[in-house]
């Protein structure tokens, strides 16, 4: 079992940036493939970006150029730097790994095994 925590989550004018973090229990090398969900009250959960453990990175149109996901194996960690927001980024951010040692399926919005509590971003107008 793999455990992932999120933090850096906060509230933010439209325009600015922010960095949310993910810690993960196990090598994060292990972890073939990371990605990041956000869901907003009422509304599907969806995929904003993902990356593999080649670095190779995907994200959704809607945050395409505005957010960067990046993985740090020196410190187990995984990061979504999310520049330019908007009101409508407002959501809870969940990170998510997988094991599976093949992953040629990684891209944004793909079916992962284990998944973070979330933390929250709020962006005012």
């Known amino acids: 079992q793999v455990q992932l925590m999120e933090s850096g989550g906060g509230s933010v004018q439209a325009g600015g940036s922010l960095r949310v973090s993910c810690t993960t229990s196990?090598?994060?090398?292990?972890?073939?493939?990371m990605g990041w969900f956000r869901q907003a009250p009422g509304q599907v959960r969806e995929g904003v970006a993902s990356?593999?453990?080649?670095?190779?990175?995907t994200y959704a149109d809607s945050v395409k150029g505005r957010f960067t996901i990046s993985r740090d194996n020196t410190k187990n960690t995984l990061y979504l730097e999310m520049n330019s927001l908007k009101p409508e980024d407002t959501a809870t951010y969940y990170c998510?790994?997988?094991?599976?040692?093949?992953?040629?399926?990684?891209?944004?919005?793909?079916?992962?095994?284990?998944w973070g509590q979330g933390t929250q971003v709020t962006v005012s107008s």
């Open positions: 998510t790994g997988d094991l599976d040692p093949q992953y040629y399926w990684c891209r944004t919005g793909a079916s992962f095994n284990f």
């Open positions: 196990a090598n994060i090398y292990n972890l073939s493939c």
């Open positions: 990356i593999d453990r080649d670095g190779r990175t």
